[in-house]
Nanobody, 126 residues
Framework: QVQVAESGGGSVQTGGSLRLSCTVS????????MGWFRQVAGKEREAVAA????????YIADSVKGRFTMSVDNDKSTLNLQMNDLKPEDTAMYYC???????????????????WGQGTQVTVSS
């Protein structure tokens, strides 16, 4: 069993920063691929950033390149998302997700991940 928990969301003004963290516990072999998704009500969940924690596949959405940075702690169980220069269009519920391996083709999609957190809200006001 794998448990996924996000933290660090909140409300900021345009240009501000937030740091999201995701802690994964349980069977460590089940989360060698970790990623962040976001979803706005009425829209599909989209990948923001994802990576193979032991090296290899990485992805970051064009819409956040240069502003968001993803990193994983040495224990490979904590995934961070540093979000700088936030914009109102970044407002969404952010979800952390994990999977045994990174299988995506082209870009990460929701079905590519098995375990999900409950989400943390990020709100950016203009």
């Amino acid at each position: 069993q794998v448990q996924v928990a996000e933290s660090g969301g909140g409300s900021v003004q345009t240009g501000g920063s937030l740091r999201l963290s995701c802690t994964v516990s349980g069977n460590t072999r089940r989360h060698l691929c970790m990623g962040w998704f976001r979803q706005v009500a009425g829209k599909e969940r989209e990948a923001v950033a994802a990576m193979a924690t032991m090296g290899g596949s990485t992805y970051i959405a064009d819409s956040v390149k240069g502003r968001f940075t993803m990193s994983v702690d040495n224990d490979k169980s904590t995934l961070n998302l540093q979000m700088n220069d936030l914009k109102p269009e970044d407002t969404a519920m952010y979800y952390c997700a994990t999977n045994e391996a990174c299988w995506w083709i082209g870009y990460p999609k929701s079905p590519d991940f098995t375990y999900w957190g409950q989400g943390t809200q990020v709100t950016v006001s203009s």
